[in-house]
């Protein structure tokens, strides 16, 4: 039975192998030695009734229960860290809303580069990080805006299975071969970070004028389906390199169209000049970007 603090505990190394996708960086991430992150993880699915990640001899996954629970452990996992800094004095707390994937040494960075306040990174997606700004629950965060006016831009390519990956993919290799037509068309999913209209109309123009079909640009798709479908059904998702690279698939720039990820650093928290040029830097480094 896992019951107390335990439970947010054990919901803090979930999350850590469920981001990281392995239970050795997730405990990590936790500072917590891989079998008690074995163990606190078993206790937790033995609580709950159910298998929450399933075990592969190359990675971890969630199961669709586990699917379930992960939005419900951010938000609670955000509260408690909250709870915890509420009264202190000393080192003021600091939430900073990041996309999911942000490195690890990046984070470390951030925090080293942020003495007497305790930093908290609250990872979600762009709708929730605005919405925490909004609601207080986060004093910075990274928000989704069109690269011509943003502080960090990230290079964007498609993470796709295709054998001999080569440095350019261009969209009409989404079309089936002859012998391929009774499958389902190929796609390009575009993932909740990038649904903003300066990547994703300009995507489906590009789609468009490659003579796909309308169907093969996909808005919507959760992360995990999306790289799913990558192996099930050859197709692609627009993504960074590093996403791809932790997916386990190719990635190549996009032929004819560069694409771009922009983040704005907004919110209410006071920073030096130097304080938020140096957090910008390393929040660029650890998604994969630069700075304009």
Not at 8 to 25: K, W, Y
Not at 152 to 166: N, S, T, Y
């Amino acid at each position: 039975m896992v019951a107390g603090m335990d439970l947010v505990e054990s919901l803090r190394l979930f999350h850590a192998v469920a981001v990281e996708r392995s239970f050795t960086r997730g405990a990590e991430r936790c500072g917590q030695p891989q079998p008690v992150a074995s163990r606190r993880v078993a206790a937790l699915e033995e609580r709950l009734g159910t298998t929450l990640l399933v075990r592969t001899s190359r990675r971890v996954e969630l199961s669709a229960e586990g699917e379930r629970l992960l939005p419900l452990a951010q938000e609670l996992l955000a509260r408690a860290d909250r709870i915890d800094h509420l009264f202190e004095r000393s080192e003021p707390g600091l939430v900073l809303a990041v996309p999911v994937g942000l490195s690890a040494r990046s984070r470390a960075a951030i925090r080293r580069g942020l003495p007497g306040r305790s930093v908290t990174f609250a990872e979600d997606e762009p709708a929730a990080r605005v919405a925490a700004l909004s609601a207080g629950t986060a004093q910075l965060g990274l928000r989704a805006v069109a690269p011509d006016e943003a502080e960090i831009r990230v290079p964007l390519g498609v993470g796709h299975d295709d054998h001999g990956p080569a440095a350019r993919f261009f969209l009409e290799q989404l079309r089936r071969s002859m012998r391929e037509r009774d499958l389902p068309p190929r796609a390009v999913h575009v993932l909740a970070e990038d649904d903003v209209p300066a990547v994703r109309d300009r995507l489906r123009e590009a789609c468009f004028a490659a003579g796909l079909r309308a169907d093969q640009v996909v808005v919507g798709t959760s992360a995990d389906e999306a790289w799913t479908r990558v192996h099930e059904r050859g197709d692609a998702v627009l993504a960074a390199a590093g996403e791809a690279e932790r997916e386990g698939v190719a990635w190549a720039a996009l032929g004819g169209l560069a694409l771009s990820r922009g983040y704005r650093l907004d919110g209410d928290g006071e920073l030096a000049a130097d304080e938020r040029a140096a957090l910008l830097s390393r929040l660029a480094g650890g998604l994969g970007g630069d700075l304009p």
